[in-house]
């Protein structure tokens, strides 16, 4: 027994006008289903457009945050600097209060 690959005659018994509603659904179907392929398109290029400028702001981030990072770590070198240095100004000081002559009040 051969199956045939085409089909040659094909009858319906659906009412009248069935056929052209079908018909007519399908084509609305149809222009509904490339109303949507053309919406989701413009969707997705505006997608690709927003997740590019992000890429570009997150760049820019990581950028200010580094430069933020060698600045934060000159100001700890910097504050180290000025520690040790207010350190010696009050050893200083105790040493030129402990060389003046007493005050008249604690004579």
Request: glycine share 4%.
């Amino acid at each position: 027994m051969a199956v045939e690959s085409r089909v040659s005659h094909l009858e319906t018994w659906a009412g009248p006008g069935q056929v052209e509603a079908l018909s007519t659904s399908l084509t609305a179907l149809r222009a509904d289903l490339a109303a949507f392929r053309q919406e989701m398109h413009a969707e997705l290029g505006t997608v690709k457009s927003d997740v590019s400028t992000l890429k570009s702001d997150v760049s820019t981030l990581k950028t200010d945050v580094s430069t933020l990072k060698t600045d934060v770590s000159t100001l700890k070198t910097d504050m180290t600097e000025v520690k040790t240095r207010l350190g010696r100004m009050e050893d200083t000081m105790a040493e030129v209060l402990r060389r003046l002559p007493p005050s008249a009040a604690d004579r």
